[in-house]
């Protein structure tokens, strides 16, 4: 399934970035008590995949491609949040599928949850996670200080407006809202103090492992990132680690697949506390504050 939807991402934008994930088992506990009626065969994301792009258009054409090509896959399901944002202010395009591949017999209730971004929309979401994870709240999942909350939401509707290229006076009241609560939160200084420090473990495995595990220790602020060649040998020391942090509340570790390192950096930045490219969108609209051009000339 990775490689069908690899193929169709760089048929769009040779420069995709591709990778997959598990989702960690606490995650999916909190998932289950979260959620009244959720059971294991109805989740969506155990499994998940994440397609990032340059732009809007070229979302909509992995779209497109991925829906119209052939596979033995079930589309099951398939939300545009692009179109319909939600209330947090996350964007982006999920299409649910159910596994039907040579294996069908031995997964006949997975679902594998396909996450299509745009780059900014991919730095917003990254953004949300690193907060959450440095001041301990949940704020993907809409929990959290009302502050932090609506500072992301005004941001996830300020970026889709210069994403669209057009904006109106309502989208520069929000920018300027949004450039309000960003220097009382001291936004800018707090993400670049979340800057985590990376050791890399396992350096003696093959260049081309494509199985990483990163632990991130939030106290600390560094990751730690072991590669492997070997699925079978990478879960087997994932499961132990998430055993081994189940009380924890400051790590978090997760087991990804991609094509290299600088691919993991890209498509899972939030592991790296690496907000670069929001915090670059945000010093643009800052240094631009007092500028409001009309909606045709934007």
Same mark, same amino acid.
């Given at each position: 399934?990775?490689?069908?939807f ?20 606490p995650?999916?506990?909190? @998932?289950?008590? #979260?959620?009244?009626g959720?059971? /294991? %065969?109805?989740?969506?994301?155990? *499994?998940? $995949?994440?397609?990032?792009? +340059? ?20 589309l ?14 996350y ?10 591949g040579?294996k ?34 949940g704020? @993907?999942?809409? #929990?959290?200080?009302?502050?932090? /909350? %609506?500072?992301?939401?005004?941001? *996830?509707? $300020?970026?889709?407006a210069? +994403? ?11 920018r ?42 939030a ?8 590669r ?48 670069t ?22």
């Amino acid at each position: 399934m990775l490689g069908y939807f690899r193929a169709k991402a760089f048929d769009t934008d040779s420069k995709a970035v591709v990778a997959r994930r598990l989702k960690r088992t606490p995650s999916i506990v909190a @998932k289950l008590k #979260r959620e009244p009626g959720m059971k /294991l %065969d109805r989740m969506e994301d155990i *499994g998940g $995949v994440r397609i990032i792009v +340059e732009s809007l258009e070229k979302v909509k054409g992995v779209h497109i491609l991925i829906k119209e090509g052939r596979t033995r896959n079930i589309l099951r399901r398939e939300r545009d949040y692009i179109s319909q944002p939600k209330p947090s202010g996350y964007r982006g395009i999920h299409l649910i599928y159910r596994y039907n591949g040579a294996k069908v017999s031995a997964f006949p209730f997975h679902n594998v949850e396909l996450q299509i971004r745009t780059k900014i929309q991919h730095a917003w979401a990254t953004t949300v996670e690193v907060v959450g994870t440095f001041t301990r709240q949940g704020l @993907k999942a809409s #929990r959290g200080s009302k502050e932090w /909350l %609506d500072f992301f939401t005004l941001a *996830g509707d $300020v970026f889709a407006a210069l +994403e669209h290229g057009i904006l109106g006076s309502a989208d520069y009241a929000k920018r300027d809202r949004l450039i309000e609560k960003s220097e009382r939160l001291g936004v800018l200084s707090k993400l670049q103090a979340y800057a985590v420090t990376t050791q890399y473990v396992n350096d003696r495995s093959p260049k081309d492992a494509k199985f990483f595990i990163m632990t991130l220790n939030a106290d600390s602020g560094k990751i730690l990132v072991s590669r492997f060649s070997n699925l079978a040998l990478a879960t087997k020391v994932y499961g132990e680690k998430e055993i081994e942090l189940r009380s924890s509340d400051s790590e978090d570790v997760v087991l990804v697949s991609t094509e290299s390192l600088r691919t993991l950096k890209l498509a899972y930045p939030n592991y790296f506390a690496d907000t670069t490219h929001f915090r670059e969108k945000l010093r643009q609209l800052m240094a631009n504050k007092t500028s409001h051009p009309t909606a045709d000339s934007a």
